[in-house]
């Protein structure tokens, strides 16, 4: 692995069984980690006193098998995206209409899916795949979408395969054009829109 470039997509916390073991393998391998949905929500709930969680939120702090504080402060610098020069790698996807990462919706970055042309709506069946309303300079890889499931065009690559339901893990190495396929243990979840 040595001068290998490893990058997740994010949603590493509270998809599995075990979110403080996965954090050790990213910390020991040296992975950079975009940020996910998941990792933002984890987030907000650190810089909310206990008192005020939800009942999903509780449910949240048990699954995480650490506290959330702790656990905030191991992701708490990962990144909305990265920017590897040849290629961008995200959570769910892009804004539409934007040209500089910088200018996009920090909610469209971390849930996006489709665009209903106004950024209100990003998650509709009825609209088109963000990805279709988009050029960007470099290839885009995502996550986020695992309902979608696996993308192989040239300019994205969706790399969400389901694995916490039961189907596989996809991992894409761009100098060998490949993608490498991994089937799941088990399902950890049920498969549901988050």
């Known amino acids: 692995m040595s ?13 599995g069984p075990d979110t403080p073991g996965v954090l050790d393998l990213v910390e ?4 950079v980690c975009a940020m996910g949905n998941h990792e933002a929500k984890l987030l907000k709930m650190a810089s909310t006193i206990p008192e005020k969680w939800t009942d999903k939120e509780r449910r949240y702090e048990h699954r995480l098998g650490a506290s959330v504080s702790e656990t ?35 909610q469209a970055i971390l849930t996006i899916r489709t665009w209903d042309g106004k950024g209100e709506d990003l998650d509709n069946p009825h609209d088109p795949a963000w990805f279709d309303c988009i050029r960007w300079p470099v290839p885009v890889a995502f996550g986020h979408w695992a309902m979608r499931g696996f993308v192989d065009r040239p300019d994205v690559k969706g790399l969400d395969t ?6 596989e893990l996809t991992g894409w ?18 498969l549901t829109r988050d």
Request: proline share 5%; net charge negative.
């Open 3 to 15: 001068g290998d470039r490893l990058v997740a997509v994010g949603d590493l916390v509270n998809k």
């Open 28 to 31: 020991r391998h040296g992975i």
């Open 72 to 106: 905030a402060a191991r992701v708490a610098h990962w990144p909305l995206w990265v920017d590897l020069g040849d290629l961008l790698v995200v959570h769910a996807g892009l804004e539409p209409g934007k040209t500089s990462l910088q200018d996009m919706s920090r």
């Open 162 to 167: 389901g694995c916490v339901y039961g189907h």
């Open 173 to 190: 190495c761009p100098e060998e054009h490949r993608f490498y396929h991994i089937a799941a243990r088990e399902a950890y979840a049920p």
